[in-house]
Structure formats: C-alpha cells, structure tokens
C-alpha cells in the first residue's frame, strides 16, 4: 500500500536558519503530494501542494518540489522564524475516492 | 468563521465507559473523516463519509462507531473504552473526496482512557 516517511524530529534550529523536512512516498501511480502544518493546540491546515511531477508548491515562505524521479516532496524554507514552531506532516493523495495518508510528523522547534 | 468544530476538547474515561465525540462543519462540504493521532504515526483513518448517509471503516475502525448526522455533523462513539484508545481525535471535511481538494480540520479531543 501507500506510504510517506518523514525524518523524525525534532529539528531545532535557530531564528533565520535554513530548514529542509525530508519526505519520500511510496506509491503507485500519480499522488497528488502535501504539507500539512499544526500549530501548538490547533488541527492541521493544508501549507502547500503539488499535483503532478515537478510542480513546486509554495505559501508563506515554504516551498516543495514534486520529484517523481525520487518520490521526494522535501519541505524547504530559507529563513525560519519563531513562529514557524509547529508539527509537519507530508501527505499523499491517489485519485479521486481515495483517502489520505499521511507521515509520521516532524516538529520544529525554533528559537530566537 | 466557524470551520470544522469538535466537542469536548478534553475528555478522561474509565475502561469500559462509552462516550461520543461530536463535529459539525458550516462549510457545506460532502465528505466527512475521523482520525485518530499517536506519536510518530501521523493520522490514521478510523472512519469517513463521503457523502450524507454513507460511511465507510478507514484503516483503524475496530472500537469504534460513527453515525452521519446530516450533512453538517459527523459523530464517533467509543462504546466500551480501553486504554489503547488514548489518543488526539481529529474530525476533517472536505468539499468533496477529489485527489486535489483541500482537507479541514478541527481542533482536536484530547482523550484519555485509565
């Protein structure tokens, strides 16, 4: 079946820092690709998406590239801040009536 | 705007006992999903909905029951609770079941069971 492995965290980094969140799927076929982001105390909310293959997502500042070569979908972000701080999970989709399945999860911690 | 909504936020339960989590979503949206979170798993499909009247069992269904409302809300029951079912609940809507959709989330049922 279907699966999504994530680095483990938790990744600490200093405000301003570089961040790169490894993601790599397993799947047949064409997935549709995403970052979800949880906040301390909140439920997931999409970050970011791709569809097909090297479609690059981006909102707030993240960004991934769907590369199907390496069934990769890693998260980058150039300059982290404090609020940055949550939990991310990568997340694959086949077609349409399919459900979602996600990664383990990596929690960021960022501090000033 | 309200979104996905979930009640109780907190709850502790005896083994055995039974309660029901309840969600509704004002978003109009079809299909309606379950999840339960434990560390380093991500989120694990109990149930979902895909369209008013219809439920389908996810990938971790066994304890558990779901009753589609109406097209608003989507309840789970835990009918005699174990320890095992301690968890993060998580209720999602989505417009509908498509490979692109976005899906939304609420926040969330801390649950405890001693």
């Known amino acids: 079946g279907d699966s999504v492995t994530q680095m483990e965290g938790p990744v600490t980094l200093s405000e301003e820092a570089f961040l790169t969140i490894n993601c790599t799927y397993t799947?047949?076929?064409?997935?549709?690709l995403f970052w979800y982001v949880q906040y301390p105390g909140e439920g997931l909310q999409l970050l970011l998406k791709a569809t097909k293959a090297d479609d690059k997502g981006s909102n707030k500042g993240f960004e991934a590239t769907y590369r199907k070569e390496t069934t990769s979908f890693h998260l980058e972000k150039g300059s982290v801040q404090v609020s940055d701080s949550a939990v991310y999970f990568c997340?694959?989709?086949?077609?349409?009536?399919?459900?979602?399945?996600f990664g383990g999860g990596t929690r960021l911690m960022v501090k000033p | 705007n309200a979104g996905v909504t979930q009640t109780p936020k907190f709850q502790v339960l005896k083994t055995g006992q039974s309660m029901t989590l309840q969600c509704a979503q004002d978003m109009n949206h079809n299909s309606m999903y379950w999840y339960r979170q434990d560390p380093g798993m991500g989120l694990r499909l109990i149930y979902y909905?895909?369209?008013?009247?219809?439920?389908d069992k996810g990938e971790v269904p066994n304890g558990y029951n779901v009753s589609r409302l109406n097209k608003r809300e989507f309840s789970l029951r835990l009918e005699s609770a174990a320890p095992s079912q301690t968890s993060v609940y998580f209720c999602?809507?989505?417009?509908?079941?498509?490979?692109?959709?976005?899906?939304?989330f609420g926040q969330g049922t801390r649950l405890t069971v001693v």
């Open positions: 999602a809507s989505e417009a509908e079941a498509v490979q692109n959709t976005e899906a939304f």
């Open positions: 997340a694959l989709r086949q077609s349409a009536g399919n459900m979602l399945t």
């Open positions: 909905s895909a369209s008013e009247g219809t439920t």
């Open positions: 799947a047949t076929g064409y997935p549709s």
